[in-house]
């Protein structure tokens, strides 16, 4: 504010530049957050004397011939010119409230939106975008690969909001963003093929995680008392043990809320496994907060608990549910031409194993040409052990942070992870910079 009050003296008007800086040196701001709380300090008494611009983390202003204009230095009383957004943050650090950085940093953003900006990217690299997906563990992996490759590889990155098909249709007709690291391909894995084969877009990853998929669950107390229950054969033999909720003499099998598309493949499979005839009815669980809340539920009291789940998410790591082996894969036709339909399509299911969940960490070809060789064999490298990840899902729950704080606590407790995915030069400044 106080380098703007001078500034405005000289001009009478002032263009302000924000470095594309979010997520440098543990910089929690977006853009529009930082734009908002400069208009907010400056209007009205400055309306229409101003202007904010977003402009890439640039390293260097040089000019060869008389340009028109002064490049000047302001000269600032001596308690503005010792603010520091990296020394006020680690600080906090200090004192143990990643979520409180946040909070009190904002207060200051007018400041540190005018003064100082974060560490500075290495040219070398370029721009890149990140598809920051629409669900827990991909907004985590978008902050963990935005520090990395700023950090260690230069790159200046931007995030980008995403979701499964409307940024692959992007990454296809568009060429951008440049990375999306989560990306289930079940339901686009044909035009995926064909935009690889292409060159358009890279696989680098077909294993980002470890452990992901989709299946049926039991909590591991129920396998300490009746180790035998590992199949979905043997559980199926045992509806005794788990009893429905609103008949216990039946067992209850806990499938997803309705118009999930899992919904349809659990009736089905219901259907195929012969379930009513052995003892089982369904628990229809009514929503995302029913499903979670029924295991929830049967994990505290230490009753047994039978159904559908997914991971990588924080249930299943909160809980430590372990995966029923389903049996033999079905086929390709049993699944798509039946078990994923309506049930009044599918008249003869065949029991199977769930689909093989298909993941991967896909880049287009301009990630390649800027971010080069190094920038492609971190993401050949960057696999999560499924129990790591899943414990960040719970750490974020559980501390009501998002996929930046995250990302922070990763790479500060997990360094034994992450630091097989770079090189030892690279370690060395993300380690500096956190």
């Not at 009746?226 to 045992?238: F, G, K, N, Y």
């Not at 050949?380 to 559980?398: A, C, D, F, I």
């Amino acid at each position: 504010y106080t380098l703007f009050k001078e500034i405005i003296k000289k001009t009478g008007q002032v263009c302000i530049q924000i470095r594309d800086v979010q997520g440098v040196d543990d910089n929690p701001f977006d853009f529009e957050t930082v734009k908002k709380n400069i208009e907010d300090r400056l209007n009205p008494e400055f309306e229409g004397q101003f202007k904010i611009m977003l402009v890439p983390n640039i390293t260097n202003i040089c000019y060869g011939r008389g340009v028109g204009y002064k490049i000047e230095e302001i000269v600032l009383d001596e308690e503005t010119q010792k603010i520091s957004a990296t020394k006020i943050r680690a600080k906090m650090r200090e004192e143990g409230d990643i979520m409180k950085i946040k909070r009190i940093l904002l207060s200051l953003a007018v400041v540190f939106g005018l003064t100082s900006f974060g560490s500075v990217a290495n040219a070398a690299c370029g721009n890149i975008t990140i598809a920051n997906m629409n669900w827990a563990s991909a907004n985590f992996m978008a902050e963990v690969d935005k520090i990395i490759l700023e950090e260690g590889y230069g790159c200046s990155v931007e995030l980008v909001p995403g979701a499964t098909m409307p940024t692959f249709t992007s990454m296809q007709e568009k060429g951008e963003p440049d990375v999306a690291p989560e990306f289930w391909a079940n339901a686009a894995i044909i035009a995926l093929n064909k935009a690889i084969d292409e060159g358009k877009m890279h696989s680098l990853n077909k294993a980002p995680i470890t452990g992901l998929g989709e299946g049926w669950w039991v909590l591991p107390h129920t396998l300490k008392k009746h180790p035998e229950l590992t199949t979905a054969e043997a559980i199926l033999a045992r509806p005794d043990l788990f009893p429905h909720p609103e008949d216990p003499s039946k067992g209850g099998f806990h499938i997803c809320p309705p118009g999930w598309n899992c919904e349809l493949s659990n009736r089905n499979l219901y259907k195929a496994f012969d379930m009513e005839a052995k003892g089982w009815a369904i628990v229809e669980t009514g929503s995302a907060a029913g499903l979670d809340g029924s295991i929830a539920k049967a994990a505290e009291r230490g009753e047994n608990w039978f159904g559908y789940y997914w991971s990588p998410t924080a249930i299943i790591g909160k809980y430590d549910m372990r995966a029923v082996d389903m049996g033999a894969w079905g086929g390709k036709d049993n699944w798509d031409k039946c078990i994923v339909l309506p049930e009044q399509e599918c008249g003869d299911p065949k029991a199977t194993s769930w689909t093989k969940s298909e993941v991967y960490t896909i880049v287009t070809e301009n990630f390649k040409n800027t971010a080069g060789s190094a920038g492609m064999e971190y993401f050949k490298k960057r696999t999560y052990p499924g129990p790591v990840m899943n414990g960040m899902l719970v750490w974020m729950g559980e501390n009501q942070a998002e996929g930046a704080d995250a990302a922070i606590e990763f790479l500060k407790t997990q360094e034994s992870v992450w630091s097989k995915w770079v090189s030892s030069d690279a370690a060395k400044k993300i380690k500096k910079a956190l």
